[in-house]
């Protein structure tokens, strides 16, 4: 019997098969870039990549400066692209790691630019998402920013809002994004400008939308194997999760009727029952919101009763003979007959598999095989 508190499993050859089955959908001419942000949603960011890169993948994709120092110092050798924002005042670190920022705005652009010296970058631009991005219209700011000596622009790249939704609106609107794009990279070409690399999609924009293809596709949950939620998409690829999370019983006990279980005495014995505490909480990953949720315990559904607390998680395991103090519970993964999805913690908890898997945490100690 093992020691470990609370556990994930992670296959890195399911990790390198998605990337496969997800390079089968690309047209010739398109790559994927590696989206590992959150630690790697979850999966441990320099473990990942560094298996990405082993497999060939020679483009990243970071949230925040601080990852892309920990990919580029952890031995990835090719282009690093951060996601998100980086005061300017931080871009001499930008250049130390060889990192390229994107400009999320125009205004953040002319600010990079000030460090005076090339500085890699992408061009966000905003298709309709008014989240990051130089608005599809603003082609003489964006055609200014090309021939602006403060920066090297390496690429330029827009991203979907509604790519997961196969409603015709939601279509609609993904069309539109694409055309607004496209239309501004053809107004910039017109003018002789050399865009550089041009990226749009992310997972769902690959199963949804493969027409869409750019230079990238920006890949990060179906690399792990799953989808955001259950539901359908156009392209069906098949992918193998390769997270499993599991936990230890620490304590079995037997109540009887009327007995309440946990804080706020959210759940009541209806009949007597038996309890079993598990070393998973809220500070781990497991959502605190979820509703009619079970883990799997000797190959069988153990339902999750009461209010999950930081630490800990109380489960019924009335019709499960034997359970004991040491046992191993899944949380996510196979036990028996029985599996459980990402997908399920999500719906259970509201939310998408990006994150219940990003959010799993430090406590959590991660084991690759
Ligand atoms: C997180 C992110 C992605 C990856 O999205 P998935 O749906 O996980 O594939 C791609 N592009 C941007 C801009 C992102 O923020």
């Not at 970058?121 to 000596?149: C, E, F, I, S, W």
């Not at 496209?182 to 769902?204: D, M, P, R, W």
């Not at 293809?213 to 792990?224: E, Q, S």
């Not at 946990?262 to 990953?285: E, H, K, N, S």
Request: aromatic share 6%.
């Amino acid at each position: 019997m093992g020691t470990k508190r609370t556990w994930a499993e992670i296959n890195l050859a399911a990790i390198q098969q998605n990337l496969a089955a997800m390079q089968g959908l690309l047209p010739a001419g398109s790559r994927v870039m590696a989206v590992v942000k959150a630690n790697a949603y979850g999966h441990g960011s320099t473990t990942v990549a560094g298996c990405l890169q082993a497999a060939g993948v020679q483009h990243f994709a970071v949230a925040t400066l601080q990852e892309g120092i920990e990919l580029r110092t952890s031995g990835i050798t090719g282009e690093i692209l951060v996601l998100g924002y980086t005061a300017p005042s931080l871009a001499k670190q930008l250049i130390q790691y060889r990192l390229t920022q994107t400009a999320v705005d125009a205004e953040h652009a002319l600010a990079l630019a000030q460090v005076g010296r090339g500085l890699p970058v992408q061009l966000k631009v905003d298709t309709g998402m008014h989240r990051l991005g130089t608005l599809h219209t603003q082609q003489q700011a964006l055609k200014g920013l090309y021939n602006n000596p403060g920066l090297s622009v390496k690429g330029i790249y827009t991203h979907f809002c509604v790519a997961d939704s196969l409603e015709k609106q939601d279509v609609d609107f993904t069309h539109l994004q694409t055309q607004r794009f496209n239309n501004l990279l053809a107004g910039l070409k017109n003018e002789g400008i050399f865009v550089g690399k041009t990226h749009l999609q992310s997972s769902y924009g690959v199963l949804n939308y493969p027409d869409a293809a750019g230079d990238f596709a920006r890949l990060g949950i179906t690399l792990f194997g799953v989808l955001s939620q259950h539901g359908k998409t156009l392209l069906t690829p098949r992918l193998t999760p390769a997270l499993a999370l599991k936990t230890r019983v620490s304590s079995v006990r037997t109540l009887p009727a009327g007995e309440t279980v946990g804080y706020a005495r959210a759940f009541c014995c209806q009949t007597p029952q038996t309890v079993a505490t598990l070393c998973i909480g809220y500070a781990d990953g497991l959502p605190r919101n979820l509703t009619n949720g079970y883990v799997l315990l000797h190959g069988q559904k153990a339902p999750i009763v009461g209010r999950v607390c930081m630490d800990q998680t109380s489960v019924l395991v009335t019709g499960i003979p034997g359970v004991k103090a040491g046992d191993t519970a899944t949380i996510i993964g196979t036990d028996g007959n029985h599996t459980i999805m990402a997908q399920d913690i999500a719906q259970w908890a509201g939310s998408i598999t990006n994150e219940v898997l990003a959010r799993l945490g430090e406590r959590v100690e991660r084991q690759y095989y």
